[in-house]
């Protein structure tokens, strides 16, 4: 008898630890699911009175007394520097974009940008895949930069460099018209 109340124990010890096994995975699937906070629209919030009192817009009387504070602000006021076209008609911070478009108008890739402080070197491939190149050079007075360009392996056409730099030069001049904000430099452009 004693080792049928053993064997007993042992199968009691069994169904205890399966059913307690059963029981903390039913437990951690509801609890996981149930931890999920529901969407905001869904969770039916309610507002405190002191925050029912809050407005969430504006009303029409509220933004006329905002637009005539700020008119009454704006009244005296002189801009410091209004957005305007490039003083001596170019900007130096125009130059990359300008030869993107530049590049596209005479149908050539820009291939290689090779930034210095004072200057840009554009590597570019012509549509019939010869090489090209322009130099861009801050020049420190009223003209701003200077451009050189050659196209060829021995720059031997002439007529597609001048193309070239008779493109950048339209399309920093494009630049420069467009009003812009004055930044620091342009003004020693």
Same mark, same amino acid.
């Given at each position: 008898?004693?080792?049928?109340?053993?064997?007993?124990?042992?199968?009691?010890?069994? =169904?205890?630890? !399966?059913? $307690? *096994?059963?029981? /903390?995975? %039913?437990?951690?699937? /509801?609890?996981?699911?149930? @931890?999920?906070?529901?969407?905001?629209?869904? !969770?039916?919030?309610?507002?405190?009175?002191?925050?029912?009192?809050?407005?969430?817009?504006?009303?029409? !009387?509220? =933004?006329?007394?905002?637009?005539?504070?700020? &008119?009454?602000?704006?009244? $005296? #006021? *002189?801009?410091? @520097?209004?957005? $305007?076209?490039?003083? /001596?008609? +170019?900007?130096?911070?125009? +130059?990359?974009?300008?030869?993107?478009?530049?590049?596209?108008?005479?149908?050539?890739?820009?291939?290689?940008? &090779? &930034?210095?402080?004072? !200057?840009?070197?554009?590597?570019?491939?012509? &549509?019939?895949?010869?090489?090209?190149?322009?130099? %861009?050079?801050?020049?420190?007075?009223?003209? +701003?930069?200077?451009?050189?360009?050659? *196209?060829?392996?021995?720059?031997?056409?002439?007529?597609?460099?001048?193309?070239?730099?008779?493109?950048?030069?339209?399309?920093?001049?494009?630049? $420069?018209?467009?009003? =812009?904000?004055? #930044?620091?430099?342009?003004? %020693?452009?």
């Amino acid at each position: 008898m004693k080792t049928d109340r053993k064997y007993m124990s042992i199968r009691h010890l069994r =169904q205890f630890i !399966s059913a $307690g *096994i059963t029981a /903390l995975s %039913v437990c951690i699937l /509801l609890g996981s699911c149930a @931890s999920t906070p529901p969407p905001a629209a869904a !969770s039916d919030l309610r507002l405190t009175p002191e925050e029912q009192t809050r407005k969430l817009t504006l009303t029409a !009387s509220d =933004q006329r007394r905002i637009r005539k504070t700020l &008119v009454e602000l704006a009244a $005296g #006021h *002189i801009p410091v @520097s209004p957005p $305007g076209p490039a003083l /001596l008609g +170019v900007r130096w911070r125009d +130059v990359p974009l300008a030869m993107f478009y530049a590049a596209a108008e005479v149908e050539m890739a820009i291939a290689r940008t &090779v &930034v210095q402080a004072d !200057s840009y070197a554009f590597s570019l491939r012509t &549509v019939d895949d010869r090489p090209g190149r322009i130099v %861009v050079r801050r020049t420190g007075d009223d003209t +701003v930069y200077e451009a050189r360009a050659s *196209i060829g392996r021995f720059d031997d056409d002439i007529a597609a460099s001048e193309a070239l730099a008779a493109a950048f030069d339209r399309q920093m001049r494009a630049f $420069g018209r467009k009003r =812009q904000l004055a #930044h620091d430099g342009d003004y %020693v452009d």
